[in-house]
């Protein structure tokens, strides 16, 4: 009995980690949702050239390791390069860019369509809702189609990286989602 405990023990330590995807258009904030969740300074973040890579340790118990994809137009081809082994998709967009939500929404549906994406659990922060113009979540939803996603799980959080606010949520989301599979 004891070696079997000792096996499930660490079958479970294993099952508790977490490959995110963080993706979204530039200046969305997804280097500073990363930070938020490392709880490091948010107040000085400069664009994202390449990708970032981060291991945290959610308050829920599981190590999210989190990969940061710069979001500008020249870099999302490389994108494909990261889908591999991805447990959670997690998408921000500017709440407060409206000019660009067609365009965020075009970038979302290409991803929905990958095939080493197929069935991974999407989570889209719906960010800097701190703003005075920002779109509300409700209506990003209805304008990018959330609501007509069948092929996987996925949830639409309200945020900003800059406070902190919602961010916490959106990540337990995502671990009860992936404890339930």
């Known amino acids: 009995m004891g ?3 000792l096996l499930r023990k660490l079958k479970s330590e294993k099952d508790r980690e977490m490959r995110i995807l963080l993706l979204g258009l530039d200046n969305s904030g997804k280097t500073t949702i990363l ?3 490392a709880s490091e300074d948010v107040l ?3 664009p994202t050239q390449g990708f ?3 291991s945290v340790q959610s308050k829920g ?3 999210l390791n989190v990969w940061d994809i710069g979001g500008q137009r020249k870099i999302r081809p490389y994108w494909k390069n990261y889908f591999e082994n991805t447990d959670i998709l997690i998408y921000v967009i500017d709440s407060a860019d409206r000019k660009r939500m067609e365009e965020t929404g075009t970038e979302l549906d290409e991803l929905l369509e990958e095939e080493k994406l197929i069935g991974v659990p999407l989570l889209v922060f719906a960010n800097k809702q701190d703003l005075m113009n920002a779109a509300t979540p409700a209506e990003i939803s209805s304008n990018l ?3 007509t ?3 996987r799980g996925w949830q639409i ?3 900003s990286a800059l406070t902190g606010e919602g961010v916490q949520d959106g990540v337990e989301w995502a671990m009860r989602y992936v404890s339930k599979k």
Do not use: D, E, P, V
């Open 145 to 147: 189609g959330l609501n």
């Open 52 to 54: 970032n890579i981060k």
């Open 3 to 5: 070696l079997l405990s």
């Open 61 to 63: 118990g599981f190590r």
């Open 157 to 159: 959080q309200g945020c």
């Open 44 to 46: 000085h973040i400069t």
């Open 35 to 37: 930070k938020s969740l």
């Open 149 to 151: 996603i069948r092929s």
